[in-house]
């Protein structure tokens, strides 16, 4: 199962994206979902992450108060709201799956999430 990416774009400084993500074959409810990005040249970073039922979001620094996750069990997906972007936001947003807390899956790298996908490109003009 890979998971999709979508929603990524162009967009200039102080404006607003809303990615989604999701997983034709996978239940979400049952995984923490997050949101990683790799900028150019650049290891893949912590965004977000979602517990399975929701819960306390938790957010790397750099979105700390201007992205938002969510997730919709109906449709089966999880979104990431990103609002006051800015030039450092540019990167290939990833989104992942993997069966442990949203805390825990804020401190593990990438690699070792259970289900991961094809990125989504994301550029922040100045």
């Known amino acids: 199962v890979q998971l999709q990416a979508s929603g990524g774009g162009l967009v200039q400084a102080g404006g607003s994206l809303r990615l989604s993500c999701a997983a034709p074959?996978?239940?979400?409810?049952?995984?923490?979902v997050g949101w990683f990005r790799q900028p150019p040249g650049k290891e893949y970073n912590f965004v977000a992450a979602?517990?399975?039922?929701?819960?306390?979001?938790y957010y790397s620094v750099s979105a700390e108060g201007r992205f938002a996750i969510s997730r919709d069990s109906a449709s089966n997906a999880v979104y990431l709201q990103m609002n006051s972007l800015k030039p450092e936001d540019t990167a290939v947003y990833f989104c992942?799956?993997?069966?442990?807390?949203?805390?825990?899956?804020?401190?593990?790298?990438?690699?070792?999430?259970?289900?991961r996908g094809k990125g989504t490109q994301v550029t922040v003009s100045s």
């Open positions: 074959g996978l239940t979400f409810t049952t995984y923490s």
């Open positions: 992942a799956a993997r069966r442990t807390s949203a805390q825990t899956m804020s401190r593990l790298p990438y690699s070792t999430m259970e289900y």
């Open positions: 979602i517990g399975r039922s929701g819960g306390i979001p």
